[in-house]
Nanobody, 130 residues
Framework: QVQLVESGGGLVQAGGSLRLSCAAS????????VGWFRQAPGKVREFVGDIRWTGGNTYFADFADFVKGRFTASRDNTKNTVYLQMNALIPEDTALYYC????????????????????WGQGTQVTVSS
C-alpha cells in the first residue's frame, strides 16, 4: 500500500510559480509512475503530466499540451517525493491538483487516464489570480 500526500499549493498571481510536492509513504516507489491531475470547479478531472521510470536513474516526463513548456516534473528518491514545478501560471490553471501513482512503468500503458493509477493523494488547491 502506498500513501500519497500533496503539498505546495496556494494563491499566486498570474505569471508566478509554485512547486507541488507529492510525498509517498508505505514503500519505496522510485520505479512507480506518478501522474498529476487537476480538477477545476464544474469541470472533469484532467491529466496534467506524468513521470515514468525508464531504467537506472532515468525518468521520462510527459505533459498535456496546455502545460507543456510551463510545467516540469522531477523526483527525489531519497525523500520518496515527486515534484511538479509550475511556471508562468495563468488563471486557467486554478484547480485542485492531485498526484497519483502506479507500480507500472511500461511504455505501452496509457498514463493519461485516471484509471491507470491505483493510489491517489488528497489534493492541493492552486489558485491563480489575474
Amino acid at each position: 500500500q502506498v500513501q500519497l500526500v500533496e503539498s505546495g499549493g496556494g494563491l499566486v498571481q498570474a505569471g508566478g510559480s509554485l512547486r507541488l510536492s507529492c510525498a509517498a509513504s508505505g514503500r519505496t516507489f522510485s520505479s512507480y509512475t506518478v501522474g498529476w491531475f487537476r480538477q477545476a470547479p464544474g469541470k472533469v478531472r484532467e491529466f496534467v503530466g506524468d513521470i515514468r521510470w525508464t531504467g537506472g536513474n532515468t525518468y521520462f516526463a510527459d505533459f498535456a499540451d496546455f502545460v507543456k513548456g510551463r510545467f516540469t516534473a522531477s523526483r527525489d528518491n531519497t525523500k520518496n517525493t515527486v515534484y511538479l514545478q509550475m511556471n508562468a501560471l495563468i488563471p486557467e490553471d486554478t484547480a485542485l491538483y492531485y498526484c497519483a501513482a502506479t507500480p507500472r512503468f511500461d511504455r505501452a500503458s496509457d498514463y493519461t487516464t485516471s484509471g491507470a493509477y491505483a493510489y491517489w493523494g488528497q489534493g492541493t488547491q492552486v489558485t491563480v489570480s489575474s
